[in-house]
T-cell receptor, first 114, second 116 residues
Framework: DGGITQSPKYLFRKEGQNVTLSCEQNLNHDAMYWYRQDPGQGLRLIYYSQIVNDFQKGDIAEGYSVSREKKESFPLTVTSAQKNPTAFYLC?????????????FGQGTRLTVV | AQKVTQAQTEISVVEKEDVTLDCVYETRDTTYYLFWYKQPPSGELVFLIRRNSFDEQNEISGRYSWNFQKSTSSFNFTITASQVVDSAVYFCALRGGSSNTGKLIFGQGTTLQVKP
């Protein structure tokens, strides 16, 4: 079945550590996105990539980094510079960035700082 | 600036009641798309509907219906005869035409609880 796979489902990070969240899609989509979800705030865009080897900052990119070396993969690293990383992280993909193109989402990774 | 407001944070209904989730948006774009997504407890967002700014026809899909009114910048979602399985967080989202990022602007979400 085609879809988006995020791993791990739950992740615990110690203060000062970098952690990487995995996102893989087999939908052959060009565009991929990372969103952060906090209670009562909806989803906010962290980074997006419209094509392999290219990515752009979203609204809340500080403290995060990404890479897009393969079409199917868009990992997100939460660095120690991210002051409040505890949140639910959702990866999405779409066939393009045209206005009417729907986005498909993974099941998310819940990151907790301990 | 673009913005989506879902004023209802939480709604609780009893099974078989009808319920309407409100969505109000702001955009200066003349061409834009509106979306509704459902987020069940499992976490992933499930696409429900897409509507472009030039199509104000209401849509019905089974127990779900959507009312798009440009005059009031609203795109409301009604569930008829609600069921326990409808319990989820529902997001309204906007994608405008002024950029080609594919970025979705989300509302804060409405948590719907349907009690048996």
């Amino acid at each position: 079945d085609g879809g988006i796979t995020q791993s791990p489902k739950y992740l615990f990070r110690k203060e000062g550590q970098n952690v990487t969240l995995s996102c893989e899609q087999n939908l052959n989509h060009d565009a991929m996105y990372w969103y952060r979800q906090d209670p009562g705030q909806g989803l906010r865009l962290i980074y997006y990539s419209q094509i392999v080897n290219d990515f752009q900052k979203g609204d809340i990119a500080e403290g995060y980094s990404v890479s897009r070396e393969k079409k199917e993969s868009f990992p997100l690293t939460v660095t120690s510079a991210q002051k409040n990383p505890t949140a639910f992280y959702l990866c999405a993909s779409s066939s393009g960035t045209a206005r009417g193109t729907e986005a498909f989402f993974g099941q998310g990774t819940r990151l907790t700082v301990v | 600036a673009q913005k989506v407001t879902q004023a209802q944070t939480e709604i609780s209904v009893v099974e078989k009641e009808d319920v309407t989730l409100d969505c109000v948006y702001e955009t200066r774009d003349t061409t834009y798309y509106l979306f509704w997504y459902k987020q069940p407890p499992s976490g992933e967002l499930v696409f429900l509907i897409r509507r472009n700014s030039f199509d104000e026809q209401n849509e019905i899909s089974g127990r779900y219906s959507w009312n798009f009114q440009k005059s009031t910048s609203s795109f409301n979602f009604t569930i008829t005869a609600s069921q326990v399985v409808d319990s989820a967080v529902y997001f309204c989202a906007l994608r405008g035409g002024s950029s080609n990022t594919g970025k979705l602007i989300f509302g804060q979400g409405t948590t719907l609880q349907v009690k048996p």
